[in-house]
T-cell receptor, first 114, second 113 residues
């Protein structure tokens, strides 16, 4: 079964600095999708960024970017110019193609220090 | 506004009293899913539905039922709730199950006493 591991239960970053959240996954599939979701105190799940495994180029969304290393099965999230509003729980998630469930990691709680 | 709605947002109930958490999406999505979120465990899938009248078990289906009679609605039913079902529940939908982003509802905090 596929698993997603987030090895950092908690992280902190100074406002305006850069932070990287780690995620590794285990799969034997070649075609799959990876996601980072943000869960602020409101508890809503918000999609931050998405990566298709067949694309070599790393996805970028404004201040958020990923470092996708397919061979290493690694999918880290980099947040640049951190803002107070970035404080949240961040979940890494994996889904293979076809009729398969979305598998989540256990999350990393990010604190942003003013 | 495209959205997934859940009701109720908060519910406190007692063991054994049947309850239903509703989920509705207005995006004409075929795929809908229910997750539960527990501290230290992340989100785990309970049930999912590929389309109307098609439902399948996820990772933790025990104690739950679902139905998909209409495309937009996917209620979660707890026939006889127990304290171990105290959790935060999310409904989600997407156009297709694997390639598309899932849109999550706001969550339902359920407490079973």
């Amino acid at each position: 079964a596929q698993t997603v591991t987030q090895s950092q239960p908690e992280m902190s970053v100074q406002e305006a600095e850069t932070v990287t959240l780690s995620c590794t996954y285990d799969t034997s599939e070649s075609d799959y999708y990876l996601f980072w979701y943000k869960q602020p105190p409101s508890r809503q799940m918000i999609l931050v960024i998405r990566q298709e495994a067949y694309k070599q180029q790393n996805a970028t969304e404004n201040r958020f970017s990923v470092n996708f290393q397919k061979a290493a099965k690694s999918f880290s999230l980099k947040i640049s110019d951190s803002q107070l509003g970035d404080a949240a729980m961040y979940f890494c998630a994996y889904r293979a193609s076809g009729n398969t469930p979305l598998v989540f990691g256990k999350g990393t709680r990010l604190s942003v220090i003013a | 506004e495209a959205q997934v709605t859940q009701n109720p947002r908060y519910l406190i109930t007692v063991t054994g009293k049947k309850l239903t958490v509703t989920c509705s999406q207005n995006m004409n999505h075929e795929y809908m899913s229910w997750y539960r979120q527990d501290p230290g465990l992340g989100l785990r899938q309970i049930y999912y539905s590929m389309n109307v009248e098609v439902t399948d078990k996820g990772d933790v289906p025990e104690g739950y039922k679902v139905s998909r009679k209409e495309k937009r609605n996917f209620p979660l039913i707890l026939e006889s709730p127990s304290p171990n079902q105290t959790s935060l529940y999310f409904c989600a939908s997407s156009i297709r199950p694997s390639t598309d982003t899932q849109y999550f509802g706001p969550g339902t905090r359920l407490t079973v006493l």
